[in-house]
């Protein structure tokens, strides 16, 4: 089966363990979220995945083939990075020009079509253009892509509510009519929350935990009520959270629902992606 | 190999332009010196100016240490791997390197029949006899220079701020003891000889002869080592972030 | 058409009911296609296996069918199919929820019948 197959990914940075013996997969043909708070490993990972860095232990195989100094991915994965790595004096015509050259499945019509969509001007040097301009830039590169992984970093930093709402538009379009791989790293949950399949939670460099929306939807949800109910209900239950509003207790639960007790107050209300993120990622302290 | 031929070309095709911008501002800069001098002196004899490739230096020092920083960025980006990204910047040095060495071995030497006193460098060690060697080993010591700053830029890179001082500073201190080894310690038969092999290399025979031949292999040698060591490091390098 | 994504209720599930409620009302006739997965998913922003989940959910109960190459339809009788099924649906959706509110009001039975009683004179009245 067609995949990136993260294995045993060990990275450290003077003695601080950016990732911790990382494995898991992103298999082909879904559209993921890579969640995970500031400094979780997000980057670290995606640039060990696009050979930008090493990383001191295991390897990242893509369709079978390793992905470290292997220019047989080259037509496989593509990242669009937070950073700016595009040689800012070049002219944005040019930049598509040359990334036509050096890809074989990218689309430059369809480049300078994405580019009047967002009202990118071609005709300016990266560094002339506005940071948000400079991600819609980017943004545009990857969608003209035809690579089948494709990884989005922040994609959205610095745009407007109307150029983000495009961006998932084009996504959506492109996926359905081509489907493959789409990662999206963010801490934009909420956003992105409908747009995924299948989440990837990554907490101080290890892999919380890898699920589908649906299922974690339906697993995630939260219980409320008095206190000594609301306590007796959540015994034998994998409590990730809890909130207090004067005598009202809050708690958030991952797992199967039990049915409330007879004559109980409790009531049971949905979690959504971002409350169950941000639950999940405080319960590890911080 | 498709993929190799498209990153040789963007290396070579984005410098392409600046060597002439580089030309253009050298040579009015020239001119003006040589109009100020022919004003004030009123003699239009001698230009003051010799040895324009020492100016070269500076710019393929420039465009080597650029194409660590910028040029790696942006073949990261694109999915190239570190040997491709070597290739490539290699390639550019070949390419820039011989382009310049032949300019500022036509121009040296036409510059040297219109105005008196005008030496080329390569003119003024070894005498006018072959261009074609004056070409190959200007060629070559540009070359020299740019694997030099890249391997500097490639280590200052790898290994950081602070181990890049510290090296620095260790080299410093390696020169002034083979200095001390060589008024100290060494006789002054064993001083004289390594001069003599020094000379050698250079191409200069004992005998009062020049053979081009071994300056060209000293500074082939140099490049191919460097080079080499250059190899070493990319392959080790990461992106920082 | 609108998802809310803070209720209880899978994104699928809003969607199957969606449509669902829009064929019954008649803003997708019998034998006439329904929107593609694509627009929706577009529209709404949703994933478009999300939006397929949902659509399968209407298959499976025989109101919409894919016609090969040409997209979703719905079928015909489908309107008399849905309103069999909500009045089957009808004792728990409302009854029983209406009795649970009831007890929890104190409410006796004879109390209830009256109100809905009430209601329909109401009704009567104001048409």
């Known amino acids: 089966m067609n995949s990136i197959l993260i294995k045993n990914i060990t990275k450290r940075y003077k003695g601080v363990t950016a990732l911790d013996n990382v494995s898991f997969s992103f298999e082909y043909g879904k559209i993921y979220g890579f969640l995970g ?33 292997n220019m047989e991915v080259h037509e496989k994965i593509f990242c669009m990075s937070e950073v700016d790595l595009y040689d800012t004096s070049l002219k944005i015509k040019d930049q598509f020009k040359w990334i036509s050259r050096f890809y074989d499945s990218f689309d430059i019509e369809k480049a300078f079509d994405i580019s009047r969509k967002f009202n990118l001007d071609t005709n300016k040097r990266f560094k002339a253009l506005s940071k948000g301009y400079q991600s819609i830039f980017k943004l545009t590169a990857a969608l003209a892509l035809n690579v089948p992984y494709i990884v989005f970093d922040e994609p959205v930093l610095g745009l407007d509510v109307n150029h983000r709402e495009l961006f998932y538009d084009l996504l959506l379009k492109d996926y359905e009519n081509n489907e493959r791989t789409i990662i999206i790293a963010t801490h934009l949950i909420e956003e992105i929350a ?18 589908s929306v649906d299922t974690l939807l339906g697993t995630g949800y939260c219980v409320s009520g008095p206190e000594q109910e609301v306590v007796s209900y959540c015994r ?4 990730i959270g809890n909130d207090e509003l004067g005598n009202l207790k809050l708690a958030y639960i991952l797992g199967e629902k039990s049915p409330l007790p007879h004559g109980s107050h409790l009531q049971i209300t949905a979690m959504n992606l971002q409350k169950l993120f941000v639950k999940l990622t405080e319960k590890g302290g911080n | 190999m498709g993929k190799l031929k498209e990153a040789i070309r963007y290396e070579c095709s984005t410098s392409f332009k600046y060597i002439w911008y580089f030309y253009a501002i050298q040579y009015a800069i020239v001119a003006l010196i040589y109009a100020i001098l022919s004003i004030s002196t009123g003699s239009t004899e001698r230009l003051g100016v ?38 490539s910047t290699v390639s550019l040095f070949v390419f820039m390197s011989g382009i310049m060495a032949l300019f500022d071995t036509a121009a040296g030497n036409i510059l040297r029949h219109i105005v008196y006193g005008y030496t080329t460098l390569f003119g003024s060690i070894y005498g006018y006899d072959n261009i074609f060697i004056s070409w190959l080993w200007l060629f070559l010591l540009y070359m020299f220079i740019c694997v030099l700053l890249y391997l500097a830029i490639l280590v200052i890179y790898k290994i950081g701020k602070t181990l890049s001082i510290c090296l620095g500073v260790a080299l410093g201190g390696t020169v002034l003891l083979i200095t001390a080894v060589f008024q100290y310690v060494l006789s002054n038969e064993a001083v004289n000889k390594i001069i003599e092999t020094a000379a050698k290399a250079m191409g200069f025979m004992p005998d009062g002869t020049i053979i081009y031949l071994f300056p060209v292999l000293t500074l082939l040698l140099f490049v191919v080592v460097l080079g080499i060591g250059s190899y070493a490091v990319i392959r080790r390098i990461e992106l920082k972030s | 058409m609108y998802i809310n994504p803070n209720i209880d209720k899978p994104i699928f599930i809003q969607i199957a009911e969606q449509l669902e409620d829009s ?68 004792y728990d959706q409302y009854i029983a929820t209406l009795l649970e509110e009831a007890s929890k009001l104190q409410m006796s039975k004879e109390e209830i019948i009256t109100l809905i009683e009430r209601g329909y004179d109401h009704e009567l009245n104001s048409n």
């Open chain 1, 37 to 69: 708070r500031n400094g979780a490993g997000k980057s670290t990972l995606i640039n060990i995945m696009a050979n930008r860095i090493f990383a001191d232990e295991g390897e990242v195989v893509i369709d079978q083939v390793s992905a470290k100094e």
């Open chain 1, 194 to 211: 409908n747009i995924i399949e299948e989440v990837v939670l990554i907490d101080k460099g290890k892999v919380l935990l890898q699920e």
């Open chain 1, 236 to 239: 034998d239950k994998n409590v």
């Open chain 2, 50 to 87: 010799s040895c324009l490739e020492t100016n070269t230096f500076i710019y393929v020092g420039i465009v080597s240490i650029l194409g660590m920083t910028e040029d790696f960025k942006m073949l990261i980006q694109n999915g190239f791997m570190r040997k491709y990204i070597f290739i």
């Open chain 3, 23 to 90: 064929i019954f009302t008649g803003t997708y006739p019998e034998e006439t296609k329904i929107p593609s997965t694509n627009e929706i998913s577009v529209l709404l922003n949703i994933n478009p296996h999300t939006v397929l989940k949902g659509m399968n959910m209407l298959v499976d109960q025989e109101i919409i069918y894919k016609k090969r190459g040409l997209g979703m339809f719905v079928k015909e009788g489908a309107v008399i199919k849905i309103r069999q099924k909500r009045q089957n649906q009808f």
